[in-house]
């Protein structure tokens, strides 16, 4: 920092910006405003591929940093398929102020996260959020009968990769957001209904969608239909996995997943209607209707 602070003091500079994308495939793009690729941190940042970013605004104390970063569609760069197939979507972005002549020199002026993406005209416009964003989430647990664990996760505690849990396949069929697959045959119907559904490879690798109903097929199919459909198609073939569903209930927490020590939702919190009821001298005091 304090040689780009030199730099930036001595009345003739050479500075440009550098921005870094990393998606949670593990992808790495960089980009630069300079006429010139810069190259530093094992990151080659291309001049050409058409990217910036409009000014950043940071602060201190608490409050979120933002931005915005535009740029143009490109098949050599952001393609619009891979805006679509959701693949940008909470890409890690670090921002950098460097010496293009001396890229040791350099200073990072933003980091955060990729949020909305707008696009259309043959561009696009994608929100940046700085790592105070995160401060905006709700923390701390909520009073409510159902689990507010995610399946899998640490709250929960279950162990997916228990035998029946999970299931690989090849798609057989597709049609727009149903699909077709071989029944594994030790899965009863709907037992992944709730669950999550993952394309391992195709055009599709690594997308996944919420499965909305699981059920059966002719000639020993199973046919499971997504919430919405993925944002890049599969082809038949393409392999998949498909993770059991949980709605959430005491009652499948205990049967399913023999897992209700770790429920995390609270089953005999009293309703809304409770709040209602208004207290009686006589009768029985059983919580039974009044008929």
């Given at each position: ?18 921005w ?8 790495t ?24 970013a ?14 915005e970063a ?33 890229p040791?020199?350099r ?11 707008r ?19 709700t ?12 399946l899998g996760?640490?709250d929960?505690?279950?162990d ?13 069929s ?7 697959f ?36 002719s000639?020993?199919?199973?046919r ?7 944002g ?6 393409d ?34 209607d ?5 207290p ?5 005091r059983?919580g039974?209707?009044?008929?």
């Amino acid at each position: 920092m304090s040689d780009l602070a030199d730099h930036l003091t001595s009345g003739a500079t050479t500075v440009c910006r550098c921005w870094a994308v990393v998606r949670k495939d593990g992808t790495t793009l960089g980009f630069t405003d300079h006429d010139l690729p810069v190259t530093f941190d094992g990151i080659d940042f291309r001049a050409e591929a058409g990217m910036t970013a409009q000014a950043i605004e940071t602060s201190l104390g608490l409050s979120v940093d933002n931005g915005e970063a535009i740029g143009a569609l490109s098949d050599a760069a952001i393609r619009e398929v891979d805006i679509l197939a959701g693949r940008y979507d909470g890409a890690e972005v670090t921002a950098w102020h460097v010496n293009w002549r001396v890229p040791a020199e350099r200073q990072i002026v933003f980091r955060g996260t990729i949020g909305e993406i707008r696009r259309g005209g043959g561009a696009f416009h994608a929100e940046l959020r700085g790592l105070s964003e995160a401060l905006n989430q709700t923390r701390g647990r909520a009073y409510q009968p159902n689990c507010t664990a995610v399946l899998g996760d640490v709250d929960c505690g279950f162990d997916l990769q228990t035998p029946g849990f999970i299931a690989e396949a090849n798609i057989l069929s597709v049609d727009g957001a149903a699909l077709a697959f071989d029944d594994p045959g030790y899965a009863e119907k709907g037992w992944f209904s709730q669950g999550v559904l993952t394309v391992l490879d195709g055009a599709a690798a690594g997308l996944s969608g919420m499965i909305q109903s699981d059920e059966g097929d002719s000639h020993a199919r199973r046919r499971v239909v997504l919430w919405q459909e993925l944002g890049a198609r599969p082809s038949v073939g393409d392999r998949i996995r498909l993770t059991a569903g949980c709605d959430k209930r005491f009652e499948t927490c205990r049967l399913k997943f023999s897992n209700q020590l770790n429920y995390r939702g609270f089953p005999d919190i009293p309703g809304d209607d409770w709040l209602m009821a208004s207290p009686v001298t006589t009768g029985e005091r059983d919580g039974g209707s009044r008929r």
